[in-house]
């Protein structure tokens, strides 16, 4: 089985690209250049300068000993939340506006939802001198407020996005409004493993750097290079596409991937896309998508700006029809309680989406002996709002 993108852009029978015309010259054009780009050796050489003097990678791999020793098992934490700008978002954008300059591109756009990849983009765009465009639904504006003014002191307009549920669905069809209208001197850096074909297999690359680093960095501390789990939230699927990405092929490697339930799988208030979802075309590719019995799009729903999606990018919709990868579903509750635990045993204060991971340990049983690698994707600060809100601080 293979788990990698094909040449025609799917994974098994999700992915491909499926967009307005207007749009096809650009991301034809991207098609062809990425993995030639992508190869070069001044590519490579400044990318990873950047990754390492910019970003601060690699990023520790952390032997969480207290919380190993609550839940009974080898808990090690990838230390994403300590990237500069506070997440793995970073990454692909560090990746990607090296792509647009070589494409020739001047200006950038974005969608966020938690806000963390408007800050990466207008971070890499400060960096570069490139003029920068961030959409955003208008309820995550007010809910991320400390990202919305990070992205405007880095020099980004922020643009909010007013229709739907207001939140990173309707900031993505934005976005690909304004690239209809700007095809030529603009680049969209989309910022999860989603989109058309070759966007999520291009950034799943760039997030790739997250297992590769887990595997000499586990070779050090434990002498083997594959634990026996990974697990990661799902927005998108950017950071959980780059902490499996090494381990796909593995067999011994279980692949464990986190949904946000909401209020409740069932309850009308949700964003578990592969149990809510089915085959869709969202955002320019197919894949499983949270719709009406004629097609229209649910509205979804999450504590968490950054999982409130009702897709998932296609290899993770590959991963679950073939059973490659465990999904498990957490609500907001559990979340919110999982950052509070994280928080008071280990000193770490975890981004909301993270938080989802961490509370699979309350019902998901491992063996002592198991080695159990989380992708902690960012840190908690732009959160606080709602953990004081929530926990009456
Ligand atoms: C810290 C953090 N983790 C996870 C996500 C979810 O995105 P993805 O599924 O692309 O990793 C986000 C999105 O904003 C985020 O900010």
Redesign the pocket.
Known sequence: MNYNVDEKGYYGEFGGAFIPEMLYPNVENLRQQYLKIMAEPSFKKEFDQLLKDYVGRPSPLYFAKRLSEKYNTKVYLKREDLNHTG???VNNTIGQILMAKRLGKSRIIAE??????GVATATVCALMGMECIVYMGEIDIARQAPNVARMKMLGAKVRPAKSGSRTLKDATNEAIRDWINNPVDTHYII???IGPHPYPDMVTRFQSIISEEIKWQLKEKEGRENPDYVV?????????AGTFYHFLHEKEVGIIAVEAAGLGVDSGESAATSVLGKMGIIHGCKTLLMQTTDGQITEPYSIS???DYPGVGPMHAHLYKTGRAEFIAVTDDEAMQAGMVLSKLEGIIP?I??SHAFAILETRKFQPEDVVVFNL??RGDKDLDTYIKYFKL
């Open positions: 997440a793995h978002k966020t939802g938690a806000g963390q990849h910022g999860s493993a990661a939230c799902i927005g998108g699927g950017s950071n959980a700006a950054g999982l981004a989406e993270s994707s960012g």
